[in-house]
T-cell receptor, first 111, second 114 residues
Framework: DADVTQTPRNRITKTGKRIMLECSQT?????MYWYRQDPGLGLRLIYYSFDVKDINKGEISDGYSVSRQAQAKFSLSLESAIPNQTALYFC??????????FGPGTRLTVL | GENVEQHPSTLSVQEGDSAVIKCTYSDSASNYFPWYKQELGKGPQLIID?????GEKKDQRIAVTLNKTAKHFSLHITETQPEDSAVYFCAASMGAGGSYIPTFGRGTSLIVHP
């Protein structure tokens, strides 16, 4: 089984809808991250969490919120989706040296 | 904050040739430099990393070099094969005991022609 899983893998939604992306991990890592990937822009950090009680904004947090329900679960929400949030979204955990372990990604399309 | 520049954005080689991807970073406090490979439809996967106490690390056909004085590090792939075709990302961060926030380069699309 994959160490970091994301659901859904693909999602098409409409402008203004609320949507949640979920991430689960079995690596036992405390540190979890949400990234957004756009062509030519690399991976940009949205939010990160170093433990269940710790939530921090990343580079591009506007329009997003997160919830760390347990050590193993970290969810990303778009409160009111807009077309420029169309992107690939990755959840990741971090090992002792900050090496990142990524999930398979969610492809989100906002119409 | 940290800034990581990665070049080239696209690299096209013939099978069997070598490929080199270069990254520069700005924060002299960074001490951990991983490289990730992203195949189509998948998440990035760590392929090799280097810490600031060494200048070079090798793993079969891939190697990474680090020049802390010049603040640059490079990924070298020898005897390229079609399955090496992917997007490669470099990153810089402070590892254990540091800020734990990695900064990524924008990626290099490597195409290996059979």
């Amino acid at each position: 089984d994959a160490d970091v899983t994301q659901t859904p893998r693909n999602r098409i939604t409409k402008t203004g809808k609320r949507i949640m992306l979920e991430c689960s991990q079995t690596k036992g890592h405390d540190r979890m991250y949400w990234y957004r990937q756009d062509p030519g822009l690399g991976l940009r950090l949205i939010y990160y969490s170093f433990d269940v009680k710790d939530i921090n904004k990343g580079e591009i947090s506007d329009g997003y919120s997160v919830s760390r329900q347990a050590q193993a679960k970290f969810s990303l929400s778009l409160e009111s989706a807009i077309p420029n949030q169309t992107a690939l979204y990755f959840c990741a955990t971090a090992g002792a040296y900050n090496e990142q372990f990524f999930g398979p990604g969610t492809r989100l399309t906002v119409l | 904050g940290e800034n990581v520049e990665q070049h080239p954005s696209t690299l096209s080689v013939q099978e069997g040739d070598s490929a080199v991807i270069k990254c520069t970073y700005s924060d002299s406090a960074s001490n951990y430099f991983p490289w990730y490979k992203q195949e189509l439809g998948k998440g990035p996967q760590l392929i090799i990393d280097i810490r600031s106490n060494v200048g070079e690390k090798k793993d079969q056909r891939i190697a990474v070099t680090l020049n802390k004085t010049a603040k640059h590090f490079s990924l070298h792939i020898t005897e390229t094969q079609p399955e090496d075709s992917a997007v490669y990302f470099c990153a810089a961060s402070m590892g254990a005991g540091g800020s734990y926030i990695p900064t990524f380069g924008r990626g290099t699309s490597l195409i290996v022609h059979p």
